[in-house]
C-alpha cells in the first residue's frame, strides 16, 4: 500500500514554463513533508522541505504548497529551465522520536525542453 | 562538515557470487543509517535502517542482510546474489530529530 502518492510518473515542461508535481499522503501523523531532486547517476538531494504548520513555502523558484485537510502537497517550479530536468521525490515523516522513517513517493521525471 | 562515503560506485557480479558493500560517514555522531535501492525507473525502496551499534531493522524481506560494526559504518552483504538483487543502492544518514535525509553517491549493482 503506496501511503504516499505522486503524481504524475513524468511530466514534460517548456523552458520558462511552470512545473507542478503533486502528492497526496494518508496518515495524519506525518509531520515533515521534503522533497527530493535526483539526477542520473546520484543519489537524491533534498529541495525543500515544510512542516504542517505552514500552508506555503518558497525557496528561489521552488514553492512548496501545503494543504492539511485534503492532506495533500505539491511541489510548484517556477520558470522552470532545462538544468531542471531530473527526477523528483516527496515524501513524508511520521513525528516517531528520534528515528525518522521517511515515506517516499514513486517520482516523477521531469524534462524541461529548451 | 558532514561527508558520506560509498563504494564501490559500480559492481558487476555473477550470480550465486557474494556481495559486501560498505558506506561511512564522517563528522557526525550516532546517525541513523539506511541502505536504500532504486531500480531502473522506480521509486526508493528502503531496505534496512539503524539507529545505533549493532541494532538492524529489515523493512523487505529479502537475500540481503545488513550490519553495522561501528557507529559511522554500514554494510550490505549478501551471501549469493540473485539477478534480481540488481539494482541502484543507496545509503543515507540522518541526525536525530532533524528529518533530513542525506543521500551518498550510490553503487550501481549489475547481477549478471
Known amino acids: ?114 | 562538515s558532514q561527508t558520506i562515503h560509498q563504494w564501490p560506485a559500480t559492481l558487476v557480479q555473477p550470480v550465486g557470487s557474494p556481495l559486501s558493500l560498505e558506506c561511512t560517514v564522517e563528522g557526525t555522531s550516532n546517525p541513523n543509517l539506511y541502505w536504500y535501492r532504486q531500480a531502473a525507473g522506480r521509486g526508493l525502496q528502503l531496505l534496512f535502517y539503524s539507529v545505533g551499534i549493532g541494532q538492524i531493522s529489515s523493512e523487505v524481506p529479502q537475500n540481503l542482510s545488513a550490519s553495522r560494526p561501528q557507529d559511522r559504518q554500514f554494510i550490505l552483504s549478501s551471501k549469493k546474489l540473485l539477478l534480481s538483487d540488481s539494482g541502484f543502492y543507496l545509503c543515507a544518514w540522518s541526525v536525530g530529530s532533524n528529518t533530513e535525509a542525506f543521500f551518498g553517491q550510490g553503487t550501481r549493482l549489475t547481477v549478471v
Open chain 1, 1 to 114: 500500500q503506496q501511503q504516499v502518492k505522486q503524481s504524475p510518473q513524468s511530466l514534460i515542461v517548456q523552458k520558462g514554463g511552470i512545473s507542478i508535481i503533486n502528492c497526496a499522503y494518508e496518515n495524519t501523523a506525518f509531520d515533515y513533508f521534503p522533497w527530493y531532486q535526483q539526477f542520473p547517476g546520484k543519489g537524491p538531494a533534498l529541495l525543500i522541505a515544510i512542516r504542517p504548520d505552514v500552508s506555503e513555502k518558497k525557496e528561489g523558484r521552488f514553492t512548496i504548497s501545503f494543504n492539511k485537510s485534503a492532506k495533500q502537497f505539491s511541489l510548484h517550479i517556477m520558470d522552470s529551465q532545462p538544468g531542471d530536468s531530473a527526477t523528483y521525490f516527496c515524501a513524508a515523516s511520521p513525528n516517531a522520536g528520534n528515528n525518522r522513517k521517511l515515506i517516499w513517493g514513486l517520482g516523477t521525471s521531469l524534462a524541461v525542453n529548451p
